[in-house]
């Protein structure tokens, strides 16, 4: 069953910890990328990758930090210096080389700060 | 900068009736336009997608989009809502960077 797999999907954390997202897919896409959506404001870009061992800041990577050392991996680490980290965490990834650079997202995580 | 403007925040309809949600970006070159849609508690899933060739692309669930270069717009439309469609529906484009602005979504809410 091909797919993009998010864990966990609710995640709890205090104040002043860091926190990692899994994100895996099986989909052999070259691409994933990590948003985050808040009301009201659609998805912003956190951090995406486009080959393995390199990745690149989205619109708000303050905060965030990520790693690729799989092409099926994607982890999102949410660090202590992420002011408003509480949030709805979605991976997406895409094939490279296709018009359109489609891409396809996973269910999500949800992130709230105690 | 690349971006999208989606003005309809909030739309509530009854079935039945036809639905056409605003979306409009601000890039002048070649691009790829999308609608995405999230259903309550499921993953955010692609309705439609333009690149090339017709403008007036059809989608999943009898949804289609037009796009109409001289006023950089896609906007999404269906002749006839169902209460099947309530969900949030957000517009996105991809121009010459590897990144994909999304609008700032559009909730609907189609009552029976």
Known sequence: ?114 | AQSVSQHNHHVILSEAASLELGCNYSYGGTVNLFWYVQYPGQHLQLLLKYFSGDPLVKGIKGFEAEFIKSKFSFNLRKPSVQWSDTAEYFCAVKGNTDKLIFGTGTRLQVFP
């Open chain 1, 1 to 114: 069953d091909g797919g993009i797999t998010q864990s966990p999907k609710y995640l709890f954390r205090k104040e002043g910890q860091n926190v990692t997202l899994s994100c895996e897919q099986n989909l052999n896409h070259d691409a994933m990328y990590w948003y985050r959506q808040d009301p009201g404001q659609g998805l912003r870009l956190i951090y995406y990758s486009q080959i393995v061992n390199d990745f690149q800041k989205g619109d708000i990577a303050e905060g965030y930090s990520v790693s690729r050392e799989k092409k099926e991996s994607f982890p999102l680490t949410v660090t202590s210096a992420q002011k408003n980290p509480t949030a709805f965490y979605l991976c997406a990834s895409s094939m490279l080389g296709r018009s359109p650079d489609t891409q396809y997202f996973g269910p999500g995580t949800r992130l709230t700060v105690l």
